[in-house]
């Protein structure tokens, strides 16, 4: 069966294989093992993935591509091409829980017996699932895939097997397998490319379009990312007149501050609402999640899950707790301290750059007061990079058996070390030495510096990288791609195998949380932060849809139904900006003028401001719901006519037994 899809209709490729049987199938997704790996168990894995069902197989299609790389290089011998006739990927459908629009309009959960009952199924059902959706069902089922009574993997003895275990994440953490890649559908990039970021306009992304490609997590973000710039929008329009009115008028930051603390706080209750009706129109929003197996680098005795009664490896949770307590938690303090002794150095390279200018102001002395900011911005940078790597580490050698574990404590450190790294000085410099032109000329300085970087790092230099590596074989598959219309599929698999790996959102995330923190704790002193941030916004968009298209492999479909644990981090955020504001209006000459005498009244006043702030906050949270009316019934009739239809089945199966 040969299929490609697009939104809006269907695509046939001109890349077609043949499995062992003869069949064609348009390869999908690309399994790349180890140059030398063992022929025994390159052809034990190809025979597990063929086999039926039944059998304890994926019962999918594949090939071993065998052609070299161009000018007759050799190549690695051990690429497997994997598809799927279209019966196969709709019952997987099926049993991934993928919800698709029924007839009548709602989302609900697709069934093979109930096909015609789907808007978009027509005849075979060529064209109801995406590309993306295919990929993900095949990755579902190669990673579902288990070892049955093989004691270890063929020619490989050290590399242990036990009923149950997920054969696909033993040879990934034993490295006989390479990689497992979805493959670019070049025809529908091209489309993407065009409509996202080729043509510079302004115009909403096309979201939709994002999410049949990349799928529903990528889609997401780049949503969030859209929604952050556009409602940032009127900061910055507020923030211009404002800047340019009151730049040398420093105790005039009070009115700016308040619509931070409303801002901060609408502008997330919005975004679940927003969040909520994209998730639902794309049919994550009720969708169960999948049962989480363990990490690939997940490690203990051998042991049974109470849960599947499966035999997995078990590790205890009392060491678990003895590592992070006694070498994770004093590790970031340590790193605490060292950013903290940063700090204070920064402090001072300000005081002595601050009287070299007082002792002999010029140009150059002027210019000098902006050096240390400039250089302590860079060096956070350095210090976020560094640290990440060293909190992978650590939370990879606490060994949690989940992924959404792994990725919630990784988060945490990372969003602990960031935070304090990147707003201390400014903490330091607004409250404890009180300087707001300070204060103002740092957060400009670390704001602009780290924008600059950040596009280095994220789109530039993956790419000057990505062409270094690649430089000759571009050379070689150009020479190919000149003989004839379009790469040959053995030279597309190489060229996108020798492709950066997208390595999920976090990193994006975490550029739009400290943004986000600079606006909303700051921004009172220095409106035109909100100007800088919406400005970074539009290239990011760019810059991000450029990587992804270009740069990286494609990565495979996320079925996320919200932004997980970063929703969370941006409340906090806001939290912390309520009190920040809070803090910076009680410091503004203007409300100090009405407590001359009493500096205790003041704190009082702010202190009860503050909390009734944060209690309004929290009752708009309550009172504002995170789904829209319209889903929330739609949800609600949709379990209703589940509840109804499972009662009919009990009936119809308790009077069949009883007419027995």
């Known amino acids: 069966m040969v299929f490609s899809h697009t939104e809006g209709g269907k695509m046939q490729s001109d890349w077609t294989v043949s499995d062992s049987d003869g069949t064609p199938f348009t390869p999908l997704v690309v399994l790349e093992l180890a140059h030398d790996a063992n022929a025994e168990a390159v052809q034990w894995l190809l025979s597990r993935i063929r086999d039926k069902q039944q059998d304890g197989g994926s019962e999918l299609l594949v090939e071993q591509l065998l052609a070299g790389g161009p000018d007759g290089e050799k190549g690695n011998p051990n690429v497997l091409l994997v598809g799927s006739s279209l019966r196969r990927l709709l019952d997987g459908a099926e049993d991934v829980g993928l919800f698709k629009e029924f007839n009548d309009g709602s989302m609900r959960g697709f069934t093979y017996s109930n096909r015609d009952n789907f808007k978009d199924f027509q005849e075979d059902g060529d064209g109801f699932l995406s590309v993306a959706e295919c990929q993900y069902i095949i990755k579902h089922e190669l990673d579902t895939l288990r070892a049955r009574d093989e004691a270890n993997v063929p020619g490989y003895p050290k590399a242990k097997l036990y009923p149950g275990k997920s054969i696909i994440r033993r040879l990934q953490s034993k490295s006989i397998l390479l990689q497992v890649f979805p493959l670019h559908d070049k025809e529908e990039l091209k489309r993407l490319s065009f409509s996202w970021y080729k043509k510079v306009r302004l115009s909403f992304q096309p979201l939709d379009v994002i999410r049949h490609y990349f799928g529903e997590g990528l889609a997401l973000y780049f949503g969030f990312l859209e929604y952050f710039t556009l409602a940032m929008v009127p900061m910055a329009l507020i923030g211009i007149p404002y800047y340019l009115w009151d730049w040398e008028d420093y105790d005039k930051y009070v009115l700016f501050a308040v619509f931070n603390l409303v801002w901060s706080t609408v502008f997330l209750e919005v975004w679940k609402r927003t969040s909520a009706s994209l998730a639902y129109g794309w049919g994550t929003l009720s969708r169960q999640k999948a049962f989480e197996e ?60 601050l009287a070299l200018y007082e002792l ?13 900011s400039i250089i302590y911005a860079v060096i956070i940078e350095v210090l976020n990079l560094l640290y990440r790597y060293a909190a992978e580490f650590l939370t990879d050698w606490e060994n949690y058996r989940l992924e959404s574990s792994y990725q919630n404590h990784l988060v945490l450190k990372v969003l602990v070390f960031n935070f304090f790294n990147c707003f201390a000085s400014l903490f330091y410099i607004a409250f404890v030495m009180q300087d707001m032109v300070l204060l103002r000329q740092s957060l400009a300085t670390l704001l602009i510096t780290s924008q600059i970087l950040n596009q280095i790092m994220e789109a530039f230099l993956p790419y000057w990288l990505q062409r270094r590596r690649n430089k000759k074989a571009h050379r070689r598959l150009q020479k190919v791609a000149k003989k004839e219309q379009e790469l040959p599929l053995p030279q597309q698999v190489l060229l996108e195998s020798d492709m950066s790996t997208y390595l999920g959102t976090f990193d994006d995330y975490l550029e739009q949380f400290l943004l986000f923190g600079y606006v909303s704790l700051f921004s ?24 992804m298209c270009c740069v990286f492999k494609r990565p ?27 803090a910076l209006i009680g410091l503004s000459p203007q409300v100090k003028a009405y407590f001359p005498e009493s500096d205790t009244q003041l704190i009082l006043l702010v202190v009860c401001v503050e909390h009734i702030l944060l209690a309004s906050k929290f009752i708009l949270a309550f009172v504002i719901p995170d789904v829209p009316k319209p889903i929330q019934i739609q949800l609600a009739r949709l379990e209703f006519e589940s509840l109804e239809a499972l009662k009919k089945k009990k009936i119809l199966e308790t009077s069949s037994t009883s007419d027995k």
């Open 556 to 582: 495979f479909a996320d079925p996320a139904s919200n932004i997980g644990v970063w929703q969370l981090a941006f409340e906090t955020m806001s939290v912390i900006a309520v009190v920040t504001n809070c």
């Open 524 to 547: 009172c002193v220095y409106p035109l932060a909100a100007v800088l941030v919406v400005l970074n916004n539009i290239t990011e968009v760019y810059s991000d849809a450029f990587k």
């Open 294 to 353: 363990p990490r690939a680098g997940f490690h203990g005795v051998l042991g049974f899950n109470p849960v599947t009664g499966r035999e997995e490896p078990i590790y205890p949770n009392s060491r678990r707790q003895l590592r992070i307590y006694l070498v994770s938690v004093p590790f970031v303090v340590l790193c605490l301290y060292l950013s903290f002794c940063i700090m204070m150095v920064y402090f001072d390279m300000e005081t002595w750059c």
């Open 360 to 372: 002999e102001p010029n140009f150059w002395t002027g210019v000098l007061l902006f050096v240390p």
